[in-house]
């Protein structure tokens, strides 16, 4: 784990939806120097296990991979998060969504098309379909799909009115609001809310 890499096990999943969960993998947006929930290709397969993207039999084949392909995995891990948090903050701030970041997404999704696959599900004694990914062969850089089709099926059809920033001061999480009256304001009342708690209780203190 590197210098600012965050224990993931103790990551807080606030989200709503694995795509903004996945952005959630950097411990601040708005700050100067932040802390990475992936330091490491095994940490963003683990990340997909606990987001229930990859099931036990994909983590094999993924940590099979090479290693000299794992390492450019996980930039390109690290630059579809930032696509993806380029396209989730314009959205949430209502400003137009950024092309190039687009176009990256569309790029991720073209490349791991050939790992999707659509098969009768073994569980209803193949009367219904289900839509899988089968790693079998696949270079690491197919690790990226399962995360970039859940945020192009979250684009397409999530209720991204929802969609908020949280105003904490190390924070900038992304999150879906499922309030009845629309009112959450912070990513967590543990971190911000809490924080932002003590800051009020100490201005009316002094
Ligand atoms: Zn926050």
């Known amino acids: 784990m590197g210098e600012s890499g965050k224990n993931l096990e103790n990551i807080e999943i606030i989200g709503g939806h694995p795509a903004i969960d996945f952005v959630n993998t950097v411990s601040a947006w708005n700050a100067p120097s932040t802390g990475d929930y992936l330091a490491s290709f095994d940490d963003f397969l683990r990340w997909n296990v606990m987001a229930d993207l990859i099931g036990p039999n994909g983590l094999r084949r993924l940590r099979a991979t090479e290693e ?84 192009a099926e979250l684009l397409e059809l999530g209720d991204l009115d929802r969609l908020k920033e949280c105003p904490g001061e190390s924070c900038g999480w992304l999150f879906l609001d499922t309030s009845k009256n629309r009112s959450r304001q912070w990513c967590s009342m543990r971190t911000c809310g809490n924080a932002a708690k003590v800051k009020r209780f100490r201005q009316r203190q002094a």
């Open 68 to 151: 000299g392909d794992q390492e450019a995995a996980l930039a390109a891990v690290h630059r579809l998060r930032d696509s993806l948090h380029e396209i989730l903050a314009a959205r949430a701030a209502g400003r137009p969504l950024p092309r190039e970041a687009l176009e990256h997404l569309n790029d991720i999704i073209r490349r791991t098309a050939a790992w999707r696959r659509l098969a009768a599900d073994e569980e209803t004694d193949f009367r219904d379909i289900c839509c899988l990914w089968d790693f079998h062969g696949a270079p690491a850089v197919a690790a990226l799909g399962p995360v970039a089709w859940k945020a």
